[in-house]
């Protein structure tokens, strides 16, 4: 069973950097497609950035610049460093892997983590 596990969340004033860790089970990093996305209070989850199988990378416009999402084989992680980042940026956040595009509706997505809580104040 495959399972994601994220780490890294916390509190940090805006302009602060947090980075976010995924563990994930198995194979899933190197032949799933994997991905993060946030949720905040009142509002629909969202994507935020895709890795896919090969290392082709998208970023939500608001994060473009700012983050980056990228895989440890070694370590078995999918990574997400958030630079600068803004109170508008504070939300739950999800790793998410399937064996196609993540670009769907997230009820269809097959595995998801737990989710680790982003508060950055300003």
């Known amino acids: 069973q495959e399972q994601l596990v994220e780490s890294g969340g916390g509190s940090v004033q805006a302009g602060g950097d947090l980075r976010l860790s995924c563990a994930a089970s198995g194979h899933i990093l190197d032949r799933y497609y994997m991905g993060w996305f946030r949720q905040a209070s009142g509002k629909e989850r969202e994507e935020v950035a895709q890795i896919e199988r090969y290392g082709t990378v998208h970023y939500a416009d608001s994060v473009k610049g700012r983050f980056e999402i990228f895989k440890d084989f070694g370590k078995n992680i999918l990574y997400l460093q958030m630079n600068s980042l803004k109170p508008e940026d504070t939300a739950m956040y999800y790793c998410?892997?399937?064996?196609?595009?993540?670009?769907?509706?997230?009820?269809?997505?097959?595995?998801w983590g737990q989710g680790t809580q982003v508060t950055v104040s300003s």
């Open positions: 998410a892997a399937d064996r196609v595009s993540l670009r769907q509706s997230p009820q269809l997505i097959g595995f």
